[in-house]
């Protein structure tokens, strides 16, 4: 048995005036073939779980690039060629196979490519043929379309927002694409669209039991994978909105029935999906009124797991404005403030201008007198089975405000974000993360409370207003429920 494994993907932001160029891919994730390292990284789970497979069952693993980028902008155009490029080759260099891994996003958006993944797949197909088992891991913030589910046997989504769960599912897919290539199963594919533009807080009610359910329907009466597409939102494509994806053995009415039952129970969820959304003064007011700390209050307009910059300046200016004391906040993207403060290293004070690089949407930059409290090159923080990159890091004290500056854009996803340099957590009123959902899996755990603001920023979670022009109408919340729901649940039968 012969598996080839790759990774390729970014989540594209149509809004975001920060372009993806291979070299986003370099400094985010990048691992030429046969020099990913033993231990997991976000991303890179098929390949993890095909080398236990494989080294278990003496199977034939080819492996082949591994690169992913921080969300952000459209890839440009020479990016996806050189990507898909490498992809393909490798994968004829490998030639006889019997599966195809892949791992992908499903909402990369290149120019002159509106479905980066569903393009990357109909290649693969047309290269290997048609009895060789494709199987890929997506993203659940991504859009299921046509040509995804024409070309590959299986999709397997992560379930958990945050994605604390992509290890387990790439072991579910390469299970799956095991048993089929050896005629175990014969997998079909069913999806249901929900015609909502929503988000889906996993941990929380009624989006737990919905996850807990999909999972309880596996392995039992044909089903072999049940998957909630959520969407990305800022991804302005015809296929944008929430998905059912059910993939059973042989039995396509049966998929279909399930996943259009499935769908309905989604859109009775509509309105009650995520936490509730603050405005930025709000958000401060109940966080500081809080009887103990630390609250946990998320940037969310300013995440960079959206393809936000990450360097806005509205909630650090109102703590500092407040004269806020025992706060702290980042990860701040700024690689000119971190150059600095590594040159003047831990104890200097010195004026510095932090974030507000970006644009209008990032704010002014800010004027400060800092203390470099630590520096370090190479910061990492932990998300999920691997680590993600920080790059080079400084922590300052700004007022009562302690600031995390990194010079890779990432979001915040763990605690060793602020105290593996110092900044200690447990005397803080208030703690700032540049995140949406994927810190609450680390934060959870130490915070008194959690509060979620949506202020000024690149990451508009009111999405009737954000300026589509490519998504398929009616969907709701752009158009009333009597009018997004009125035609037959449907679509995406392969």
């Known amino acids: 048995m012969r598996i080839f494994a790759?990774?390729?993907?970014?989540?594209?932001?149509?809004?975001?005036?920060?372009?993806?160029?291979?070299?986003?891919?370099?400094?985010?994730?990048?691992?030429?073939?046969?020099?990913?390292?033993?231990?997991?990284?976000?991303?890179?789970?098929?390949?993890?779980?095909?080398?236990?497979?494989?080294?278990?069952?003496?199977?034939?693993?080819?492996?082949?690039?591994?690169?992913?980028a921080a969300p952000a902008g459209l890839t440009t155009a020479a990016a996806w060629r050189e990507l898909r490029g490498r992809v393909l080759a490798e994968l004829e260099a490998a030639l006889p196979v019997d599966i195809v891994l892949l791992s992908l996003h499903g909402a990369m958006i290149a120019e002159g490519c509106e479905d980066c993944e569903g393009d990357l797949l109909r290649a693969v197909r047309a290269r290997v043929?048609?009895?060789?088992?494709?199987?890929?891991?997506?993203?659940?913030?991504?859009?299921?379309?046509?040509?995804?589910?024409?070309?590959?046997?299986?999709?397997?989504?992560?379930?958990?927002?945050?994605?604390?769960?992509?290890?387990?599912?790439?072991?579910?897919?390469?299970?799956?694409?095991?048993?089929?290539?050896?005629?175990?199963?014969?997998?079909v594919t069913a999806v249901a669209d929900c015609r909502m533009i929503a988000l889906f807080h996993t941990p929380r009610e009624p989006v737990r039991s919905f996850v807990d359910r999909m999972k309880a329907?596996?392995?039992?009466?044909?089903?072999?994978?049940?998957?909630?597409?959520?969407?990305?939102?800022?991804?302005?494509?015809?296929?944008?909105?929430?998905?059912?994806?059910?993939?059973?053995?042989?039995?396509?009415?049966?998929?279909?029935?399930?996943?259009?039952?499935l769908a309905r129970e989604v859109r009775a969820m509509r309105g009650d999906t995520t936490a509730p959304v603050l405005g930025l003064e709000e958000g401060l007011d109940r966080a500081l009124a809080a009887p103990r700390g630390p609250v946990v209050l998320a940037d969310t307009a300013d995440n960079a797991g959206g393809g936000a910059p990450s360097d806005s300046t509205f909630v650090l200016a109102r703590l500092l404005e407040r004269r806020v004391e025992r706060a702290c906040l980042g990860p701040l993207w700024d690689p000119v403030a971190v150059r600095f403060c590594h040159l003047a290293g831990p104890g200097a004070r010195l004026s510095l201008r932090i974030g507000g690089k970006v644009g209008p949407i990032s704010g002014p930059p800010l004027d400060v007198e800092a203390e470099v409290l630590a520096?370090?090159?190479?910061?990492?923080?932990?998300?999920?089975?691997?680590?993600?990159?920080?790059?080079?890091?400084?922590?300052?004290?700004?007022?009562?405000?302690?600031?995390?500056?990194?010079?890779?854009?990432?979001?915040?996803?763990?605690?060793?974000?602020?105290?593996?340099?110092?900044?200690?957590?447990?005397?803080?009123?208030?703690?700032?993360?540049?995140?949406?959902?994927?810190?609450?899996?680390?934060?959870?755990?130490?915070?008194?409370?959690?509060?979620?603001?949506?202020?000024?920023?690149?990451?508009?979670?009111?999405?009737?207003?954000?300026?589509?022009?490519?998504?398929?109408?009616?969907?709701?919340?752009?158009d009333p429920p009597d009018s997004a729901f009125a035609d037959p649940i449907g679509g995406g039968d392969p």
Request: aromatic fraction near 8%.
């Open 217 to 261: 329907l596996e392995g039992r009466d044909g089903i072999l994978s049940v998957s909630l597409a959520h969407g990305f939102p800022w991804g302005d494509v015809p296929d944008l909105g929430a998905k059912v994806l059910v993939v059973a053995d042989g039995d396509r009415a049966r998929a279909k029935a399930l996943a259009d039952r």
């Open 129 to 187: 043929g048609p009895a060789v088992v494709i199987g890929a891991e997506l993203d659940p913030h991504c859009h299921l379309t046509e040509a995804m589910l024409e070309a590959a046997d299986l999709l397997v989504l992560y379930k958990e927002y945050p994605h604390t769960d992509t290890l387990e599912r790439a072991r579910e897919l390469v299970d799956l694409a095991l048993r089929a290539a050896r005629g175990e199963i014969r997998p």
């Open 6 to 68: 790759a990774a390729v993907g970014t989540e594209t932001d149509s809004f975001s005036p920060i372009p993806t160029g291979i070299a986003s891919f370099r400094e985010y994730l990048w691992f030429e073939p046969g020099t990913h390292p033993e231990e997991a990284r976000f991303f890179t789970g098929p390949l993890i779980a095909a080398r236990e497979r494989a080294r278990a069952e003496g199977l034939t693993l080819i492996e082949g690039l591994q690169a992913f």
């Open 375 to 478: 520096v370090a090159e190479g910061a990492r923080q932990r998300f999920g089975p691997g680590w993600t990159q920080l790059g080079d890091v400084a922590a300052i004290r700004v007022g009562g405000v302690e600031v995390l500056l990194n010079a890779t854009r990432t979001q915040a996803f763990d605690p060793a974000l602020f105290t593996d340099h110092g900044i200690a957590l447990a005397d803080k009123k208030l703690v700032v993360v540049k995140s949406m959902q994927h810190f609450h899996a680390g934060f959870a755990p130490i915070a008194a409370e959690i509060l979620w603001i949506n202020g000024p920023g690149a990451l508009s979670q009111d999405f009737a207003r954000l300026p589509y022009r490519r998504v398929r109408r009616p969907i709701w919340p752009l």
